[in-house]
Antibody
Framework: QVQLQESGPGLVKPSETLSLTCTVSGGSVSSVSYYWSWIRQPPGKGLEWIGYIYYTGSTHYNPSLKSRLTISVDTSKNQFSLKLSSVTAADTAVYYCTRVRSSGASGYWGQGTLVSVSS | EIVLTQSPAALSLSPGERATLSCGAS???????LAWYQQKPGLAPRLLIYDASSRATGIPDRFSGSGSGTDFTLTISRLEPEDSAVYYC??????????FGQGTRLEIK
C-alpha cells in the first residue's frame, strides 16, 4: 500500500521560503507510471493545484505560482520536495502531496500538513 | 485555464435517496480527463472517479460518473450517512494548470 507523508515547518515568516518534503513508502518515486504532485487548501476553502514532477525531474507548475515555485525529486531518498519563496499570508494552507496517475488524477494522498505564514 | 463550476453548492438529502452533482467546464475537457473526489472534515480528499466514469479502487458501485465535453455528473445512488462530505471535480485534460471546482457540500439528514 502506497503511503505519502508530508514534513516541514508549520510556521513560516512572511517573505521567507516555505519548504516541504514528501516521503513515499510502499512505492517508488522512480516509477515510470506516475507523477508526484503538490496540492494545497487554504483553511475553509477549496483545492488548488500547485504542480507536479516526474522522476526524470520534468516539472509542470501552476502559472500563478511558477515564479516562486520549485519542485524537485530525490530518487535516492524516495522523496520529492516543494519550495515556495516570498510567502505571504495568502500561502497559509494545508499542503498535500499526492501520487498522480498517468492521466492526471491523484489516487493517493498524504494526510496533509498545515503551514501558516505569520510573523 | 479551464474553470470548473459545480452545482448545487450544497445539497441535503435523506438516506436511501439519490444525489446528482454537476460539474460544468468553461471549455471542453480533453479526453474527458475529469475526476471526482470526496473530502470529509479533517481528512485528505479521496479519489472516487477518474477519466469521467472509471471508479477508483475500492469505491462502491453506488458512485458513478458520467458526461463528456463540458458537462459532467457524479451520481450517488442509495445514499448512506457516511456519504456526507464535500465533493470536488478536477480536470486534468488541459494543464497546466490542473483545476478544481469549488465543491458541493452534501448533507445526509
Amino acid at each position: 500500500q502506497v503511503q505519502l507523508q508530508e514534513s516541514g515547518p508549520g510556521l513560516v515568516k512572511p517573505s521567507e521560503t516555505l519548504s516541504l518534503t514528501c516521503t513515499v513508502s510502499g512505492g517508488s518515486v522512480s516509477s515510470v507510471s506516475y507523477y508526484w504532485s503538490w496540492i494545497r487548501q487554504p483553511p475553509g476553502k477549496g483545492l488548488e493545484w500547485i504542480g507536479y514532477i516526474y522522476y526524470t525531474g520534468s516539472t509542470h507548475y501552476n502559472p500563478s505560482l511558477k515564479s516562486r515555485l520549485t519542485i524537485s525529486v530525490d530518487t535516492s531518498k524516495n522523496q520529492f520536495s516543494l519550495k515556495l519563496s516570498s510567502v505571504t499570508a495568502a500561502d497559509t494552507a494545508v499542503y498535500y502531496c499526492t501520487r498522480v496517475r498517468s492521466s492526471g488524477a491523484s489516487g493517493y494522498w498524504g494526510q496533509g500538513t498545515l503551514v501558516s505564514v505569520s510573523s | 485555464e479551464i474553470v470548473l463550476t459545480q452545482s448545487p453548492a450544497a445539497l441535503s438529502l435523506s438516506p436511501g435517496e439519490r444525489a446528482t452533482l454537476s460539474c460544468g467546464a468553461s471549455q471542453s475537457v480533453s479526453s474527458n480527463y475529469l475526476a471526482w473526489y470526496q473530502q470529509k472534515p479533517g481528512l485528505a480528499p479521496r479519489l472516487l472517479i477518474y477519466d469521467a466514469s472509471s471508479r477508483a479502487t475500492g469505491i462502491p458501485d453506488r458512485f458513478s460518473g458520467s458526461g463528456s465535453g463540458t458537462d459532467f455528473t457524479l451520481t450517488i445512488s442509495r445514499l448512506e450517512p457516511e456519504d456526507s462530505a464535500v465533493y470536488y471535480c478536477q480536470q486534468y485534460g488541459s494543464s497546466p494548470p490542473i483545476s478544481f471546482g469549488q465543491g458541493t457540500r452534501l448533507e445526509i439528514k
